[in-house]
């Protein structure tokens, strides 16, 4: 869907002066409901001011993007405003709001057409020339006009009027958020640097977008394909294609182009390609399977988990004095938000990883498969170890039946996913996870659960230390899930049951700090960094604080230094976390579950320690006049 198709000439209001930011919001709600896309403006508005509480949508070099998606709202639209004035809107950067974008969508649209909206204006507002000319347009028909010349030339992606794409790009991550579309931005900024035409293909949280046609496939010199999550193969059979990590193209996307067009990139055949880059290939395919479990498992982790921690919390004040042995479901309330609420969810932890590897191995003859061999596992003693690998046992157990199946009549092709798949799978492979896999995979689990919890005081330090780094390595690649999944894995027993983990604590600990030292740094070191960097510090502030640690990745991405920065006081930050004994059943939620851990006045004080000491490395480490000389050579 285009911007434009949302963005009628009766919704675009120009050189408004309101007097603060809800009568902003008011007028701009009022337009939509002159255009007939609102049942109940009141409620609508009611809905955008809601949002506007959970967090501030002024994004910051002037601009801000209300939304809401509300019963109140008929069909898809998009407002517009320029104020050249400015109103105050609480922005990220503290700066007054010129121009305003105002989405709205009915929830029976999902969230794709929400995500796609706001994803398409993000990026197209993050060129600073882009936002100038909106602010001068003199009429809704220029300010439409503006855009759609805007939407016209990322879709061609430098393109020529008639030229295919020299190079290919799919990017994915296991999210869906944040490193789809910075790598896809990364690698289209390249293209016009280096004049290499590119069509990027993002698969994220809102579906596939921009989708590779067959011709762009046949017509192209060459395909990156930058994921960390399983993406449609088939389609490039006998071209060049080049697998890298997503955060390849964040942090390399020039060399990548090069290579795309350089002709000494194999062919893809399907399956695994040979040689030295068989390797690499099988490491990344393996890393993709089990990311798309993790991804679907951590809802169910995070959700479960933080009800599980509340529970607790709630007895504390409710119940103090109850039976210790119950604790955590002495009071009502504490005991549905544990028994009924919080342990059903987090129950579905282990089947939900095994059957979404299974899924991504052999897609959905996988699951069920998947989903029944990670429960079995669960129940055997295999833990979350055991249940990974009853995910990737299930996925390929179920590719060899369906090969096996292959050459049934063409009759029978209906009666393979509801009944050969199924039963065949399941009798395969729940036998071969309680004969083969279960006996010694939970002796393994039980030993790695003893080890743990015979770790002395240094063990768990040295252990705090080392995950809490590894979160800023690469903050969200490789590097970052395998601690993150590590510390998840500690979240679980061999029985199954949750518990609540030091190891958790010292990791979130981890990814906290990368971004809130960037974003405390620029505001210590102001002259080391450029107008730009300072503007995304400050966002950095409630990334960090909601412990999303991709917020560091364009300042690691444009200076390596970073790196090692935020590692030094996210080890400090984890060793002190352990050492105070901190622990955590929650495996998300940032400043908003320290109440639930305990000894939470030293875990604060070990996030403040890491992210000083980390924000004192960054500030030494750059020039005193760093900032102006990257402005004046335009980086």
């Excluded at 105050?88 to 305003?100: K, S, T």
């Excluded at 498992?297 to 119940?319: K, R």
């Excluded at 991709?550 to 935020?566: Q, Y």
């Excluded at 006081?569 to 851990?597: E, K």
């Amino acid at each position: 869907m285009q911007l434009l198709d949302l963005l009628r000439e009766e919704f675009v209001l120009l050189n408004r002066r309101p007097a603060s930011k809800n009568e902003a919001l008011l007028l701009m709600t009022q337009a939509l409901e002159r255009g007939g896309v609102l049942e109940d403006s009141m409620e609508f508005l009611r809905c955008v001011l809601q949002r506007e509480q959970e967090g501030t949508t002024g994004v910051g070099d002037g601009v801000a993007i209300p939304h809401a998606r509300s019963p109140a709202v008929r069909v898809p639209a998009l407002a517009a405003m320029t104020v050249p004035e400015g109103v105050e809107f609480d922005a990220l950067d503290g700066q007054p709001v010129r121009l305003l974008f105002l989405i709205a969508t009915p929830p029976e649209k999902g969230s794709g057409t929400h995500l796609e909206v706001l994803s398409s204006l993000a990026a197209l507002l993050m060129e600073s020339s882009f936002r100038e000319t909106l602010e001068r347009a003199g009429s809704p028909e220029e300010f439409r006009y503006i855009v759609e010349q805007a939407e016209h030339r990322k879709a061609s992606s430098s393109l020529s009027s008639g030229e295919l794409p020299r190079v290919l790009a799919v990017t994915a991550c296991p999210t869906g958020i944040a490193h789809t579309y910075m790598a896809a931005e990364q690698l289209e900024k390249a293209s016009a640097r280096h004049g290499i035409s590119v069509k990027v293909e993002t698969n994220g949280a809102a579906g596939r977008r921009n989708v590779l046609t067959d011709e762009e496939i046949r017509a192209c010199e060459g395909i990156i394909v930058a994921a960390d999550a399983a993406v449609e193969l088939d389609r490039f059979r006998g071209k060049p294609v080049l697998f890298v990590p997503v955060s390849e193209a964040i942090r390399h996307p020039d060399k990548l182009l090069f290579q795309a067009v350089s002709g000494e990139i194999p062919n893809y055949e399907g399956g695994v390609s040979t040689g030295l880059h068989s390797i690499s290939r099988i490491a990344h395919t393996i890393y993709s399977h089990l990311m798309n479990g993790v991804s679907h498992m951590l809802p169910f982790v995070i959700g479960g988990g933080l009800l599980i921690a509340l529970a607790y919390l709630v007895d504390s004040i409710l119940a103090p004095d109850g039976p210790a042995l119950t604790f955590g479901s002495n009071s009502a309330l504490a005991y549905f938000l544990k028994e009924e609420a919080g342990e059903i969810a987090f129950g579905f932890m282990l089947p939900i990883l095994s059957g979404y590897i299974a899924k991504s191995i052999a897609d959905r003859p996988g699951l069920v498969v998947g989903f029944v061999a990670g429960a079995l596992a669960g129940s055997g003693g295999g833990g979350f170890l055991g249940a990974l690998l009853a995910g990737f046992l299930a996925g390929y157990v179920m590719q060899l039946v369906k090969r096996m199946l292959r050459f049934l009549p063409a009759g029978m092709e209906g009666a393979k996913p509801v009944l050969f798949y199924p039963v065949i799978g399941l009798l395969s492979v729940c036998a071969l996870t309680v004969l083969v896999l279960d006996p010694p995979i939970s002796h393994v689990n039980a030993a790695l659960t003893n080890w743990l919890s015979s770790l002395d005081d240094i063990g768990t330090v040295a252990l705090g230390v080392l995950l809490a780094a590894m979160m800023s390595v690469d903050m969200g690649g490789p590097v970052n899930k395998a601690a993150y999944v590590f510390a998840t894995a500690s979240l679980v027993n061999a029985a199954g049951n949750p518990v609540s983990s030091p190891l958790m604590a010292s990791v979130m600990l981890g990814g906290m700090v990368p971004p809130l030292a960037i974003a405390l740094a620029t505001v210590l070191f102001r002259s080391r960094f450029t107008t730009r960097q300072q503007q995304t510090g400050m966002m950095n502030f409630i990334m960090g604080l909601s412990f999303i640690t991709e917020g560091a990745i364009p300042f690691a991405a444009s200076d390596l230094r970073v790196i090692p920065a935020c590692m030094l006081g996210s080890a400090v930050a984890g060793g002190i976390s352990a050492y105070f004994r901190c622990s955590l059943q929650a495996p998300h939620g940032g400043i908003f579950v320290f109440a639930l851990v305990p000894n939470w006045p030293m875990y604060f004080l070990a996030l403040a320690a890491g992210t000083l000491i980390s924000a004192l490395a960054l500030g030494l480490m750059r020039h005193p006049n760093q900032g102006k000389q990257d402005e004046e050579n335009g980086r």
